[in-house]
């Protein structure tokens, strides 16, 4: 509250010894503390009462709810801009690049196979069976 240093401090106690006196000064010095500490209480009690009064403590809860209700504003418009500025459209990839793992369905042809039309595909398939005999066939 006062800029008050050491020097000040000592040259005050040497001006009230001089003035006072030593027989006295304790005395003084007691009665000086008691009526500033009565004259402190007295004024922080009719702030309170005043502060009680005018609401002011609704009103800094107010004010502080609204300081953070901007900061939360100016945070979401930061993180919208930086979203915008470094938002990159999607790539549409090709069907098949789609595919994590080669289908494992059993309806699910060879690689070899897949291009081929279904007739050349079972006529492959039917050259991997056992070759039947001219003998095999007249037994039939």
Do not use: C
């Amino acid at each position: 509250m006062f800029d008050i240093g050491f020097f000040e401090l000592l040259l005050v106690a040497i001006v009230g010894l001089l003035v006072i006196g030593p027989e006295r000064l304790p005395e003084t010095i007691r009665s000086v503390s008691l009526w500033i500490g009565r004259l402190k209480r007295s004024i922080s009690a009719t702030k309170a009462e005043l502060e009680q009064q005018l609401g002011t403590e609704d009103i800094r809860r107010q004010l502080h709810n609204e300081t953070i209700m901007r900061e939360l504003k100016a945070s979401r418009e930061e993180i919208e801009r930086v979203l915008k500025d470094n938002y990159v459209e999607p790539v549409e990839l090709p069907d098949h690049a789609h595919m994590d793992e080669p289908d494992t369905h059993p309806s699910a042809t060879p690689d070899n196979q897949q291009d081929q039309p279904a007739s050349e595909a079972n006529g492959k398939a039917n050259e991997n069976k056992a070759p039947t005999t001219d003998v095999q066939k007249n037994n039939d």
